[in-house]
């Protein structure tokens, strides 16, 4: 069985500066995808960032980026330029390339941008 | 946009009654899930659909059940809610499969269920 760890439970961050959240991984499958979802207070959860793993460039998205290492396990997102909108729970999250798309998660990181 | 709409933003219910939560979705999706999310645990996988009439049990099936008559719509089903039953249930949509882009997965608002 898959399981995603998130150690970092809550952290801050000044506005407009850059932070970088963790996540590590544990699977046997050589092809999966990674995901990291934001879920703001009261609000929808939604994605934020993919990651294929047989792609080795980083994927980015605006002030998004993964640092995605395969042979680690690890999969950290790293948001630069903070905003006072970035403040949310982060879920990294992890899928078996099958059909059946489903996920299993980490347990989140609650993330503060202050002003 | 993908829409993904659950029933009820927050319920309170008593021990012992039976509780059905709603969720429904407005693009064909052929996969929805369910699942429950605590602090500290994340979200955990009770059960999930490929096909209408299809279901599969997730991480945590215990004293749930599911239902999917309709492709649009997912019930998740408390037979007699406990409450360890109390916790936050959200709904998600996918398409199946491949290509790569379309295997998101799109959430409801979510639930907060109470039981008392």
């Known amino acids: 069985a898959q399981t995603v760890t998130q150690s970092q439970p809550e952290m801050s961050v000044q506005e407009a500066e850059t932070v970088t959240l963790s996540c590590t991984y544990d699977?046997?499958?050589?092809?999966?995808?990674l995901f990291w979802y934001k879920q703001p207070p009261s609000r929808q959860m939604i994605l934020v960032i993919r990651?294929?793993?047989?792609?080795?460039q980083n994927a980015t998205e605006n002030r998004f980026s993964v640092n995605f290492q395969k042979a680690a396990k690890s999969f950290s997102l790293k948001i630069s330029d903070s905003q006072l909108g970035d403040t949310a729970m982060y879920f990294c999250?992890?899928?078996?390339?099958?059909?059946?798309?489903?996920?299993?998660f980490g347990a989140g990181t609650r993330l503060t941008v202050k002003p | 946009d993908v829409k993904v709409t659950q029933s009820s933003r927050y319920l309170v219910k008593r021990t012992g009654e039976k509780v059905f939560l709603e969720c429904v979705q407005d693009?064909?999706?052929?996969?929805m899930f369910w699942y429950r999310q605590d602090p500290g645990l994340g979200l955990r996988l009770i059960y999930f659909s490929y096909d209408v009439k299809m279901k599969e049990k997730g991480d945590i099936p215990e004293g749930y059940s599911v239902s999917r008559e309709k492709k649009e719509r997912f019930s998740l089903i408390l037979e007699s809610a406990s409450t360890n039953q109390t916790s936050m249930y959200l709904c998600?949509?996918?398409?199946?499969?491949?290509?790569?882009?379309?295997?998101?997965?799109?959430f409801g608002p979510g639930t907060r269920l109470t039981v008392l």
């Open positions: 999250a992890f899928m078996k390339h099958d059909n059946n798309n489903d996920m299993r």
């Open positions: 990651q294929e793993a047989y792609k080795q």
């Open positions: 998600a949509s996918s398409f199946p499969g491949q290509p790569s882009s379309y295997n998101e997965q799109f």
């Open positions: 699977t046997s499958e050589s092809n999966y995808y």
């Open positions: 693009m064909d999706h052929e996969n």
